[in-house]
């Protein structure tokens, strides 16, 4: 292979541009040119490609977003776009592509490739979310946790100083992931995920607990967006009825998961992703996605990672209740 391209779609994860620099230099490193497509699967559809060389890559490694930009195609669903997307593929010489992004991205990855097999497309797993199988993190997912971690303790400053009782959503429409690791890691006396059905009477029942039993003078309880009970503001309003000793506040944090400069971790995850998915291309392999288990590499086929999503840890769940 000698020519093969990246790109970047879906929601963007910080880390994204750490594999792309990853994957720009080790495809330089074994001799192959490499290009860069921008707006993901729309810049596909309308040549959006452009020569990367080192220096295009020069000082990426600390920004969140994506340098590439991100798109989401209403066109490439249709079979026109694909067709367009791929004759722009063959006259630029592009035999493979490394494609960072999530589900959605995975499933458009897997439509190309089925119609249009001589394009060979090995995938890295960029989302905040941590919903894909086959890897335990993906790109973004330790960084959106610290962000909400952090922002979480301030709000817990002026809780604290008020006697309030705070509802804060973070992200999470069908993985409660960010919210779980967030709610232990700040001390909050409930998690709601979507993964787990929300009983308002028990979480009242905790609350009180804690105002009555332990006299807590605040508390916060973290949300995911995709909870079934209707968000925080739903809840903080079915709850608030039963507290008037509270004052109760409700905080969305919203994108700003998305965005801010890649933990350490998230650093080295995402180069080691874009150096094992340049690796796969030149053995000749297509179809799967770059994950990261116990510390090794592996292989996960793209249809496997989009199916099977990864599951919420009960040990997690119960750590909620006992911490609390």
Do not use: W
Not at 125 to 151: E, K, R, V
Not at 182 to 194: K, S, W, Y
């Amino acid at each position: 292979m000698k020519k093969i391209a990246v790109f970047t779609s879906g929601g963007d994860s910080p880390g994204m541009n750490a594999c792309i620099r990853a994957v720009v230099r080790m495809s330089l490193y074994q001799g192959m040119e490499v290009f860069g497509i921008r707006r993901g699967y729309q810049g596909m559809i309308e040549g959006d490609i452009l020569p990367m060389e080192q220096g295009s890559v020069s000082g990426i490694i600390q920004q969140g977003g994506t340098i590439l930009r991100s798109a989401r195609s209403q066109e490439f669903r249709t079979e026109a776009g694909r067709a367009k997307a791929y004759r722009q593929l063959q006259e630029a010489g592009i035999e493979g592509l490394v494609a960072i992004g999530g589900d959605g991205t995975f499933k458009g990855a897997q439509i190309l490739m089925s119609e249009y097999p001589d394009i060979k497309i090995i995938g890295c797993p960029g989302t905040i979310d941590n919903d894909l199988y086959g890897t335990d993190f993906t790109i973004g997912y330790d960084t959106a946790i610290n962000t909400a971690m952090n922002a979480i303790d301030n709000i817990k400053d002026t809780a604290n100083a008020h006697d309030r009782l705070f509802f804060v959503e973070v992200m999470g429409r069908d993985a409660g992931f960010i919210a779980l690791r967030a709610g232990i890691a700040t001390g909050a006396e409930a998690v709601l995920v979507p993964e787990s059905k929300t009983n308002i009477e028990h979480l009242i029942q905790t609350l009180e607990q804690g105002y009555i039993r332990k006299k807590k003078n605040s508390s916060i309880v973290v949300v995911a967006e995709g909870d079934d009970a209707g968000g925080a503001f739903t809840i903080a309003e079915r709850v608030g009825k039963k507290f008037s000793q509270y004052e109760i506040k409700v905080t969305v944090l919203g994108h700003i998961q998305r965005g801010g400069r890649p933990t350490c971790m998230e650093r080295v995850r995402a180069s080691r992703m874009g150096i094992a998915a340049v690796q796969a291309l030149q053995e000749g392999k297509a179809g799967l996605m770059v994950g990261e288990i116990n510390n090794q590499i592996v292989l996960t086929p793209l249809e496997l990672a989009t199916k099977h999503h990864q599951e919420i840890n009960p040990m997690l769940l119960e750590m909620v209740d006992i911490l609390a």
